[in-house]
């Protein structure tokens, strides 16, 4: 995988969102306090599970949110899951629009309380119900069904919900 962006939102220095777009070699070059350091430490802060405080977030900030994303080309590198099944990240629909993995995590903000982080990953969104990557078994032969897909194989045996 490789770090293709970064978005960062009221860390530090950072007033509102900034997002920083990478590449295969980057150099971060800039005066004293503009924010070098920040970008190195909001991409350590996720990795790494670092812990923040209070001064990590920007007093001047327009909203109660901390939030840092990573995107990731995942470049349709294989992986093997549960059942020994290959796959990609891609072909798993855990990608955005832009077919990026994107982690993300949001600290809600309240006085001097730094809380545990929302983790997340963003992933593309469908229309009229059509999310498969959380559906039931019952969910996705309903689908199926609907969609005149066969949920059987020839001999009987019922395929996988990789393959429906």
């Not at 629009?97 to 903000?109: F, G, H, P, Q, S």
Request: proline share 2%; hydrophobic share 35%; glycine share 4%.
């Amino acid at each position: 995988m490789k770090l293709k962006r970064v978005s960062i939102t009221n860390f530090k220095g950072i007033e509102g969102t900034r997002a920083i777009e990478l590449s295969d070699f980057n150099s971060i070059v800039g005066q004293n306090d503009a924010g070098k350091s920040t970008i190195l430490k909001a991409i350590d802060t996720v990795l790494n599970n670092v812990t923040l405080l209070r001064t990590d977030f920007n007093i001047h900030a327009n909203s109660d949110e901390l939030i840092i994303e990573l995107y990731f080309d995942c470049q349709n590198r294989q992986y093997t899951l549960g059942e020994e099944i290959p796959t990609t990240i891609e072909t798993e629909e855990i990608t955005n629009e832009e077919n990026l993995l994107v982690w993300r995590k949001i600290w809600k903000i309240s006085g001097d309380n730094i809380p545990k982080p929302k983790t997340s990953m963003v992933y593309k969104k469908y229309a009229d119900n059509q999310d498969f990557l959380f559906k039931t078994e019952p969910q996705l032969i309903t689908l199926c069904n609907a969609n005149e897909i066969e949920t059987s194989k020839g001999n009987g045996d019922e395929y996988n919900n990789v393959e429906k």
